[in-house]
């Protein structure tokens, strides 16, 4: 498998990127990862970088989005934050991403079984998690409010709901990534990560 370049960089359209990831996705839970020299890729992404996808996901060490949507050096920007929730730094980053370096699509993926979430769902208040945490409590009042007892499933929907939200302020705080949706440069869509059997779950929209 080959480093992305300029040119291919500049022949995918936000269509291609997603279907790339699809079936990077497919191969991951297969068990099928593409052969690939990363000290050559080490060596070309040297010169330069040229990468066609931004993902946000969380920190959590079971989805590295790299090996989940089996990319390799040079083929994505990885943004991971606790939560995969949106703040300036985080939409700077995006930002960069896509106007400064060419990505082509944004995918904001959540998780199931996510400790952040949980712990939001749990108002649990730690230091500077607080915060972090604040920006999750959106998506825990909506289901909370819907149904009531917090159990596993309401959890698994707040997870849900908190990428829809992230997604949701990524258009309304970044008139740059807004703008470039609009016009067709890139897309912004959701997905989510089913860390017991590997499976990326995309959401269109």
Same mark, same amino acid.
Do not use: W
């Given at each position: #498998?080959?480093?992305?370049?300029?040119?291919?960089?500049?022949?995918?359209?936000?269509?291609?990127?997603?279907?790339?990831?699809?079936?990077?996705?497919?191969?991951?839970?297969?068990?099928?990862?593409?052969?690939?020299?990363?000290?050559?890729?080490?060596?070309?992404?040297? =010169?330069?970088?040229?990468?066609?996808?931004?993902?946000?996901?969380?920190?959590?060490?079971?989805?590295?989005?790299?090996?989940?949507?089996?990319?390799?050096?040079?083929?994505?920007?990885?943004?991971?934050?606790?939560?995969?929730?949106?703040?300036?730094?985080?939409?700077?980053?995006?930002?960069?991403?896509?106007?400064?370096?060419?990505?082509?699509?944004?995918?904001? #993926?959540?998780?199931?079984?996510?400790?952040?979430?949980?712990?939001?769902?749990?108002?649990?208040?730690?230091?500077?998690?607080?915060?972090?945490?604040? =920006?999750?409590?959106?998506?825990?009042?909506?289901?909370?409010?819907?149904?009531?007892?917090?159990?596993?499933?309401?959890?698994?929907?707040?997870? =849900?709901?908190? #990428?829809?939200?992230? @997604?949701?302020?990524?258009? /309304?705080?970044?008139? @740059?990534?807004?703008?470039?949706?609009?016009?067709? /440069?890139?897309?912004?869509?959701?997905? #989510?990560?089913?860390?017991?059997?590997?499976?990326?779950?995309?959401? /269109?929209?």
């Amino acid at each position: #498998m080959k480093t992305q370049t300029k040119y291919t960089q500049d022949s995918l359209t936000s269509k291609d990127a997603l279907e790339i990831l699809v079936e990077g996705n497919n191969r991951f839970v297969q068990n099928l990862k593409v052969q690939r020299n990363l000290q050559d890729q080490v060596f070309e992404t040297s =010169k330069g970088q040229f990468p066609f996808a931004v993902i946000l996901s969380c920190i959590d060490s079971r989805v590295p989005a790299e090996l989940v949507f089996d990319q390799g050096i040079g083929d994505i920007f990885s943004v991971r934050v606790a939560g995969n929730i949106i703040n300036e730094d985080v939409l700077a980053s995006i930002e960069y991403a896509c106007k400064v370096a060419g990505s082509k699509i944004v995918v904001v #993926m959540g998780h199931t079984k996510c400790g952040a979430v949980t712990a939001a769902c749990k108002n649990v208040e730690l230091g500077n998690i607080t915060s972090l945490l604040s =920006k999750i409590s959106p998506a825990v009042s909506l289901i909370k409010a819907k149904n009531g007892l917090m159990n596993d499933d309401a959890i698994e929907e707040v997870s =849900k709901v908190n #990428m829809k939200f992230s @997604i949701d302020r990524i258009r /309304e705080e970044s008139p @740059i990534l807004a703008e470039m949706e609009s016009k067709g /440069e890139i897309e912004i869509i959701g997905a #989510m990560y089913d860390v017991s059997n590997g499976q990326v779950e995309f959401f /269109e929209g």
